[in-house]
Structures are given as C-alpha cells and as structure tokens.
C-alpha cells in the first residue's frame, strides 16, 4: 500500500471505478463488494492512517473516505437490483403461461325434427286460430278409453296395449284423451265454449321397436266443437293443414274408417311427394300415402264429455308426427328420432 494515505484514497478510487465498471455477474459483484466494503478492505485499513494525516486534514479525509465507500455502496446496490430485476424477468418468462391457446369451443346443439315438426304444425293450426294445450302422459283408463268410447271390454283395446302402472293407470296411448279433458274443462264450469285446439304428445304402446314401429311415437290430437261443425269443416281444415306443411301440390283423399270415438270416421292419405301420385315404390304403388285418422266426433263422446250432441257437432284427427317427420325429411328409421344422436341432428340443420 502507498505510504501517503491521499495518493492511496486517490488509487482506490481509480480500481475500485475500474472494478465498478467491469462487474458483469453475481460473481464479479461480490469480488467488488469483498475488495473495497469489507472490514478487511483497503478502504477500511486506510482508516487506521489517519494518525500520519495533518490535524488540519483530519476532517476532510475522513469525509473523502465516507463519500467513496458510500459512492461504491451505491453502485453495488445498484448493480445488484440491476441483477435481481433480471433474475426476476428471466423466472416469469420461463414461467409464462401461454394464455393465447385457443379454447375450448362447445357444439351448438341442434333442434330434434320431432319438435321442429311439432313447431311448424302448431303454427300452422295457431294461425287458424286454433289454442295448443298439454295433455298428461300419465292417464287413467277413464281418460284413455273409456271417455272415446272404449269400454272394458271393446275390441279396439286389443291395438293400444300399453304400459300399465297399476290396474287404473297408465302411460298414453293416444292422445285423444286430450279432447275429453278439453271439453268436461269446460262443461264443468258451465262453460261450453266453442274448441279449437290442438295438443301435440308422446304416447306410447308394447310394441316390438323396428325402423318402422316404436313403442314411443308422438301424436298431434286435433278438436273442433261448435255448433254445425261438418265433415267438409274437416276436409277444408285437413287440406290446408297439409298443403302448408308438404306444399301446394299435395293432394288430400279421405278413405271411410273405423275409430270408437267418431262417427263417421275416416282416414286421410296425402298424394306422394315422390311420385306426385302416380304410384312408386315409396307409395306401394297407390299414389298415396296415410297420415292421419279422423272423424266427426262421435255423439256418444260429446255427451259423455257435457256438450249436448243435438245442439253441438265437432270433428276430431290425431296425425303421427314421427310419420310426418319421416315423410317431411325422408328419414329411414324412426329410431333415430329419439336415440339422440347428434350427427343425425345435424344433417336437418337448414331443412
Ligand atoms: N287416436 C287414434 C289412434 O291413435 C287416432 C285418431 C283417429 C284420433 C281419429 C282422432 C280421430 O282424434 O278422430 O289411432
């Protein structure tokens, strides 16, 4: 070390610049720190000449001592935030989540054509002024058979076995039951009002499931009551409800039938859309195809139901609307209505 304590401050001061300004890691940084803040540093000894400095100069070495340690202080903090900002910076960039990943999108689901027939034709019939009420898919026998004329022991059981929750209950199996609830409603109250309504369901009947037959299908029970409702009030009815729905080509043709509940009764054909009705092999050759039962409805079930049959007539259909759907988008197994497949859903989309 210099023997005269300013020239050595002097020199100090010149390396430890040198040696600031060369610090390029932890490393270095902490050489710097040993060499010129420790108690063993020449910083540090120099102190102990102070007894070789003049009285006089006492003070002002001792402050040019302080001000260089705290200068080199500084520095060394500041180069060691320096080092810690990057330390840090480096750990969140490794540790960056990528939020930009695209996420998950979620299918938007499809309408099943079973309701999106059942839309169509309640907005067909509400625009006739028709109301479309619900019916219960849990009836008794009184509702189910016996109000539609079906007593215990008529053969037209034979063709509706069902699902039988007790002696008494039972699921559906037409939804003709919602024309007894719709007017005993009304008789009940006193108020035999003129009907117009419609109410679409699901019923249900033993049956063996194939690409034709299921043992759940759904059925679009119609009732018009007034008074002087006829069979041409049916066909006209009919013949614009099929129009809207397959088109102005379609042709209706009403053949006699037999249903309990009405008298006549008949059933009604549409003319093939493939054909026009020429006769194909969709149409078995007749040109035809059924859609639908119906009849006016039978006196014995007006008065069952409180609306008196000299003075009321009504005329009553129930159409399959799986049968419709098939028929309105050519599907080839009426499974596929409710097996909830979602591809199947997407081949109706725009249809
Ligand atoms: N409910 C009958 C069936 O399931 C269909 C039907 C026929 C309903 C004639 C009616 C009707 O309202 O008048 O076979």
């Known amino acids: 070390m210099e023997k005269n304590p300013l020239e050595a401050l002097e020199a100090i001061k010149k390396e430890s610049a040198i040696a600031i300004a060369s610090i390029k890691d932890r490393l270095s940084l902490n050489e710097v720190r040993n060499r010129f803040l420790s108690k063993k540093s020449e ?39 320096e080092f810690a900002l990057k330390e840090l910076n480096e750990k969140l960039e490794k540790e960056k989540i990528d939020i930009t990943l695209p996420g998950r999108s979620y299918e938007r689901g499809k309408i099943n054509p079973y ?28 509702f189910n058979f016996e109000l539609l004329n079906i007593p215990e022991d008529h ?34 109250k006193n108020e035999l009002k003129p009907i117009k309504m419609i109410c679409p369901g699901k019923c249900y009947r033993r049956d063996d499931d194939d690409a ?9 029970e119609g009732l018009v009551v007034d008074k002087g409702i006829s069979l041409a009030d049916l066909k006209g009815t009919l013949e614009l409800f099929v129009k809207r729905l397959f088109g102005e080509k379609r042709e209706i ?34 040109g035809y195809i059924e859609i ?27 159409v399959g609307i799986d049968r419709l759907a098939i028929l309105k988008y050519g599907i080839d197994d009426i499974r596929r209505i409710y097996t909830n497949d979602v591809r199947f859903l997407k081949d109706f989309e725009g249809k």
């Open 115 to 142: 309701y999106a027939i059942v839309d169509e034709i309640s907005e067909i019939f509400l625009s006739l002024g028709f109301e479309v009420v619900e019916g219960d898919d849990i009836t008794d026998d009184k």
């Open 155 to 188: 053969p037209a059981r034979d063709m509706q076995d069902t699902f039988y929750i007790s002696q008494n209950i039972l699921l559906r199996t037409q939804t003709s039951g919602a024309q007894a609830h719709k007017m005993i409603d009304n008789s009940s």
């Open 43 to 81: 910083l540090s000894a120099i102190m102990g000449m102070m007894k070789d400095i003049p009285n006089e100069m006492k003070a002002s070495f001792g402050k040019s001592v302080n001000e260089l340690r705290k200068y080199i202080e500084t520095k060394v903090k500041e180069k060691e935030d």
């Open 212 to 220: 034709t037959h299921s043992h759940q299908f759904g059925q679009i």
């Open 292 to 318: 639908l039962g119906a009849g006016e409805v039978n006196p014995k079930v007006l008065e069952m139901c409180g609306y008196d049959p000299k003075i009321y007539s009504g005329f009553a259909f129930g």
């Open 253 to 286: 043709r009403l053949r006699s039938s037999y249903f309990p509940f009405t008298e006549p009764s008949v059933e009604v054909d549409v003319s093939c859309s493939h054909c026009g009705g020429k006769g194909c092999s969709m149409c078995k050759g007749t």
